[in-house]
């Protein structure tokens, strides 16, 4: 019993949206704020032949801190997910994903945000060459997979899609 009265724009750029909705809820009005993306983001757990799971280590502004988190990043208007991970792992650790396999999607804030992040397990990597967006910065980190899920379940991981990502892929028994 949710009704839009009115939606306005308050803010466009390619990579973020905020919006002000009306809503009417049983009767009365009120304001609701958040933020929408024009594209949705893709994350992929790589796994290598040791049995390593490859990371980014990179400095996140918002938050003010190096980070370990997946090969990740927006997909281009009109990309089908799989294509998107694909590239943007190979993009950010110059290795071509043979086999991809789809963990599942997410959306991080559904209160305060609008998008979702696709998730992908990759194996039989393909070394090619890394290929960073210009300002890029980041240093790629190869972790057993028994270590990167060590982290997460001692609460020294930070980013969301680097614990659910691997923790999917351990319960689906894809890490061991």
Not at 70 to 77: E, I, K, T, V, Y
């Amino acid at each position: 019993d949710y009704t839009v009265l009115h939606s306005a724009l308050l803010f466009d750029h390619p990579f973020a949206r905020v919006v002000k909705d009306t809503l009417e809820v049983r009767g009365q009005r009120r304001p609701y704020y958040y933020l929408t993306s024009p594209v949705e983001a893709v994350a992929t757990v790589g796994l290598n032949e040791r049995g390593e799971i490859l990371l980014t280590r990179q400095y996140r502004h918002p938050i003010g801190r190096v980070i370990l988190d997946l090969p990740a990043g927006r997909m281009n208007p009109g990309e089908d997910p799989l294509t998107g991970a694909r590239r943007e792992f190979e993009e950010e650790t110059g290795f071509y994903p043979r086999e991809i396999q789809p963990l599942g999607s997410y959306n991080q804030f559904p209160g305060s945000m609008r998008v979702t992040t696709h998730l992908f397990f990759a194996r039989d990597l393909v070394p090619t060459r890394q290929n960073l967006d210009e300002g890029e910065e980041l240093e790629l980190v190869a972790l057993p997979a028994a270590e990167v899920l060590a982290l997460i379940l001692r609460g020294e991981v930070l980013d969301g899609s680097l614990q659910l990502g691997v923790l999917l892929a351990a319960q689906k028994g894809w890490l061991a």
